[in-house]
């Protein structure tokens, strides 16, 4: 990754967004597609399986958003062969961003795949959500929160994303030819102690209308297991503590539900 300057580098690392310049190779269009098709009443992908909470076609509480969502083990039995193929080559987005940040971090590189409970080194897990809003929803697009996994890569084609930047929301411009790239709570989590710490940016989608395009969005988590373990490391490859995914997210979930619920009192 290269940035205009080390400033705006610093700026990226500390707020925990930035664009990515989409390759010119990259083909966009089908997935777009793929994702507007599920619309379509008699779409079979809204039947998939649901596994657990957090996988297969969910409408989301509180939240105008719907989405098929799966995990990268799940791609192939579910997606389309060219679909799980783009899914895989945002995999290798996700590990080379996540990579360049524990280089950034001055991280020992033989500690990368412990401290990111694999995910550095090509094990993890990863989402890949296709997205739209339900106008009849009255309700946020998408509640204020940060992500909990390592990297999100969003592939906004809409206008309506914004990020908390000095206590204010801001709007993400739309800016054709580039994702959008979110740091999330395991990576500030991992990155605690290093020589370069990262932000986790608070983000949000305004309450889309009736009158308003239909939003799309294709949407890659890069996750550690929830099996697994987070590290904490300093340049010396000293660590400074560590926790288990699924204590992390917890917290981050008892966190969020108390926020969602002090401003529904206020």
Known sequence: MAFSSAADLDRA??????YLKTPDELNLEDPRDFGRSLLAADSPYRAITQYGELEGFIALENNQQTKLALRRHHWDLH????????????????IAIIREVLHQSGIPENL???ASAGYATGAGTAFLNFVHYDTHVSAWGLRPHTD???VTILDAIAPGLQVEIDGAFQDVPVLPGHFV????????FITAYSARPVGAVTHRVVG?????PVRHGIVYFANP????ALWQFDANGDSGGNSSVQKLFAMLEKNLTED???NRMG
Request: net charge negative; glycine share 14%; proline share 2%.
């Open 225 to 228: 297991d929830l099996d697994g």
């Open 208 to 212: 889309q209308k009736a009158t308003d």
């Open 79 to 94: 997606y389309p062969q060219h679909i799980a193929e783009f899914g895989r080559c945002l995999d290798s987005f996700g």
């Open 112 to 114: 990368w795949g412990r």
């Open 13 to 18: 690392w500390d707020l925990g967004v930035f």
């Open 181 to 188: 790239i979110n740091f999330g709570e395991a990576l500030r």
């Open 148 to 150: 909990y996994g390592f």
């Open 260 to 262: 969602i619920h002090e």
